[in-house]
């Protein structure tokens, strides 16, 4: 993903968080963001494994991996995810890990969306993750509707969407460790300030993270659904 944003020249790079939390790797993936002045906010794996949280209300699955992140990342690690802000307000977009209202919030069709636009003020896009599935709603007067399901084919490797300047936006770019959609690549997103998004796909090698995670050993599941992207 890096090498495909450094081709298309993007002026910055921002995370919406969960930087650490399923992978074998998490003082690696931390200290990529750091080495690449990468923009972020914390995600709800973040607080739990930098210890700011516990996990309360995660499945046993996620309980033993995030608490297997906590044991292994560095120290210097920790007070990085530490210090990063749960939101960041660019003026004309923000960027949130679960929604405007609650960090942990669930967006996962109209029913949420809806009651989040009142909350952009006067900014018109919110960039949000969580879900790790990619989708734009879109509220144009009292009209909210979901404009995009990320399903881009195998055999293509972007979709654009333009911005309308009369409507507001909540953005998932999908995600870039662990997909939720049944497509197993990479997603992400290029934000044009001119008015577009253009969601992002990438083929990366899955077996080596595959095997990363169960040397590292943790569940087999875990490695297993980068195979589905589930």
């Not at 650490?20 to 494994?49: F, M, T, W």
């Not at 009142?118 to 734009?136: E, Q, R, S």
């Amino acid at each position: 993903m890096l090498n495909d944003i450094l081709q298309l020249e993007c002026d910055e790079i921002l995370s919406l968080g969960d930087i650490v939390g399923y992978g074998g790797e998490p003082n690696e993936c931390v200290g990529l963001l750091r080495e690449k002045s990468v923009v972020s906010i914390i995600g709800n794996h973040d607080k739990v494994a930098a210890g700011i949280k516990e996990p309360i209300n995660f499945n046993p699955i996620a309980r033993e991996a995030v608490l297997w992140t906590r044991d292994n990342l560095k120290e210097e690690n920790k007070e990085y995810l530490k210090n990063l802000p749960e939101n960041i307000n660019y003026g004309n977009f923000i960027l949130v890990h679960g929604a405007i209202s609650n960090p942990d919030k669930y967006i996962t069709g109209l029913y949420e969306a809806e009651s989040e636009f009142d909350l952009l003020g006067d900014a018109k896009i919110c960039f949000f993750g969580h879900t790790h599935v990619g989708a734009v709603y879109a509220r144009k007067e009292k009209d909210v509707r979901n404009i995009y399901v990320n399903k881009i084919p195998p055999d293509k490797k972007s979709l654009n969407i333009e911005l309308e300047k009369d409507t507001e936006y909540l953005i998932n770019p999908g995600s870039v460790g662990q997909p939720r959609d049944r497509d197993p690549r990479v997603s992400y997103l290029i934000y044009d300030d001119r008015g577009s998004v253009e969601f992002r796909r990438l083929e990366y090698n899955i077996e080596s993270a595959q095997k990363i995670i169960l040397e590292a050993g943790l569940s087999k599941t875990l490695a297993e659904r980068l195979t589905y992207g589930h």
